[in-house]
Structures are given as structure tokens and as C-alpha cells.
């Protein structure tokens, strides 16, 4: 059975960090190219980030350049985001996602994790 745990959200003020993890289980984890995804309250789906099976390439969304970093452990089967410089308007919650086909489309994400929240504000 292929599961993935996100952890490491919760409330934080404008400015400062956190780093979520996203360990998982049931499937190869280095055989694919992975992906944070986000959801802002009332509003759709937004990819964060996404990173290469071997973690050489990495790719960010516009909103977040600059302030979060997607790594991934293969030996642990583990993805983070390391965020900094967080502001209000990323307050969501946020998703791993597996990535089926390496193009990080989230229509191709085949696997997604419960998701964590993530609150900032003073």
C-alpha cells in the first residue's frame, strides 16, 4: 500500500520558517520525481514545488522563489520544503504528491499524502 505522512506544519509567524517532511512507504521512492502541493483556504489547488527522482533538478512556483527548497533523503524515503521568509498568503495546507510521470502536472500525481497545515500570523 503506498502511503505518504506529511509533518512539520503548524502556526508561524510572518518571517519566520519551517520545514515540513513528507516520509513514505509501499512504493520505490527513488524512482520518482515528487511534488508539494498547496491549498489555501477557499481556493484551488496550487503545485509549490517539485524535485528529480536522483534530487539534482529542482523546479519552484513563482509565489515561493527565493523563500522554500525541496530536498529529498532516498535512504530515508523522505521529502522536505524548507521555508523561510514565510508571509500570510501561505497559510494552506500542503500536500506530497507522487509523481507518476515526471512533468510535474498535478493531473499526473497518482499518489497524495493526508497534508499538513500550515498557519502563518502574528
Known amino acids: 500500500e503506498v502511503q505518504l505522512v506529511e509533518s512539520g506544519g503548524g502556526l508561524v509567524q510572518p518571517g519566520g520558517s519551517l520545514r515540513l517532511s513528507c516520509t513514505v512507504s509501499g512504493f520505490t521512492f527513488d524512482d520518482y520525481a515528487m511534488s508539494w502541493v498547496r491549498q489555501a483556504p477557499g481556493k484551488g489547488l496550487e503545485w509549490v514545488s517539485g524535485i528529480a527522482w536522483n534530487g539534482v533538478s529542482t523546479y519552484v512556483a513563482d509565489s515561493i522563489k527565493g523563500r522554500f527548497t525541496i530536498s529529498r533523503d532516498n535512504a530515508k524515503n523522505t521529502l522536505y520544503l524548507q521555508m523561510n521568509d514565510l508571509k500570510s498568503e501561505d497559510t494552506a495546507v500542503y500536500y506530497c504528491?507522487?509523481?507518476?510521470?515526471?512533468?510535474?502536472?498535478?493531473?499526473?500525481?497518482?499518489?497524495w499524502g493526508q497534508g499538513t497545515l500550515v498557519t502563518v500570523s502574528s
Open positions: 504528491a507522487k509523481d507518476r510521470t515526471g512533468i510535474y502536472s498535478p493531473s499526473d500525481f497518482d499518489s
